[in-house]
């Protein structure tokens, strides 16, 4: 669940392309498209992966290959056409977004209509809430967004972020660094890590960042997708979505299955932790809106409005920047 953070320099050394869907072949032939991950498969991934063993990308006419990303994240290979949609993060795209060497993406759909991640620590240490974290190591991507939402609830809750012993994060199994005590607190994302410390018996506790401050409950992780190809290819970008919407309902519907084909898919994964977390996401994939991917105006643009006061995008982002609802199935 670990996110990719964007690479300038090969942002700016990729050639814009442009995309190569141009529409289903009088002859037949489905029509190729690129998808590319933002990590290893897992439970974020499950509709896509429903969506292709089921034939519902075959029956819009499309083949679709799944791809894991390069160091620069899915915006870079998206952006330049060389895959059609991808994964990413409102917040790590917010730099791709603006300035000189903005790129051409866009977000399509949210994959789970809330952000599910916060702070987890081992239970009993005090680390419960925000202020907690004081003279406590932390394990940091050393993100300036990332910093600067820790000091927010940090502070907000009457604590002072620099007493935090911020630690470079290698982390790679949050079980093991927080039984070994290498880290107290690391950043996750609930229904991965979280089910597994469940799963695996360490007792934890975790606060929710949208818990604390709704401009924190921003859309992460979401399905992106390069400007040019939706210009170009606007109802091919309707059909993968209509297709993948199917594959993420159906993974509401029945956990299990969803599980079982994500583990044929990706069969090193660990099928007690896929289907424990499968269950858990079954509530949180669409919520409480009548239409999966739906991104919210409004909770967009706040989380944008706080990067923007808060000095963390320059430039500024403008007003309803990087997302549109308009390809998604009614």
């Not at 996110?3 to 141009?22: D, E, G």
């Not at 967009?300 to 997302?323: C, H, M």
């Amino acid at each position: 669940m670990k996110k990719s953070m964007l690479v300038w320099t090969l942002a700016a050394a990729l050639a814009f392309s442009p995309a190569l869907c141009a529409g289903a072949e009088e002859s037949g032939e489905l029509e190729k498209i690129t998808f590319v991950l933002d990590w290893t498969p897992n439970t974020n991934h499950t509709g896509l992966y429903v969506a292709q063993s089921k034939g519902y990308f075959a029956e819009e006419g499309l083949e679709v290959e799944i791809v894991q990303p390069p160091e620069g994240g899915a915006e870079v290979l998206v952006a330049s056409g060389k895959a059609q949609f991808g994964v990413g993060f409102q917040d790590t795209i917010a730099p791709a977004l603006v300035g000189e060497n903005a790129l051409p993406v866009k977000a399509v759909a949210a994959v789970i209509q809330h952000n599910t991640s916060g702070i987890i620590s081992r239970k009993g240490e005090g680390m419960d809430t925000p202020k907690g974290l004081e003279g406590k190591k932390y394990a940091t991507w050393e993100s300036p967004v990332e910093l600067a939402t820790l000091q927010n609830v940090v502070e907000a809750d009457g604590g002072d972020f620099s007493k935090v012993e911020l630690i470079p994060s290698n982390v790679t199994d949050e079980v093991t660094a927080l039984r070994t005590k290498s880290v107290d607190a690391i950043w996750i994302f609930y229904a991965w890590a979280g089910v597994k410390t469940e799963l695996e018996g360490l007792e934890t506790d975790y606060f929710a960042f949208s818990d604390l401050n709704p401009v924190f409950d921003y859309y992460t992780p979401v399905i992106i997708s390069g400007t040019d190809f939706l210009e170009q290819e606007p109802e091919t970008a309707k059909a993968f979505l209509r297709a993948l919407s199917r594959g993420y309902k159906d993974a509401i519907a029945d956990p299990q299955e969803a599980a079982d084909i994500l583990c044929e898919a990706a069969p090193e994964l660990d099928p007690e932790l896929v289907l424990a977390s499968q269950e858990y996401l079954a509530d949180q994939y669409q919520a409480e809106v009548e239409r999966w991917g739906y991104i919210d105006p409004d909770r967009w643009n706040a989380f944008y409005s706080w990067l923007n006061e808060n000095g963390l995008s320059d430039p500024e982002l403008p007003e309803d920047i990087g997302f549109t609802n308009d390809y998604l199935p009614e």
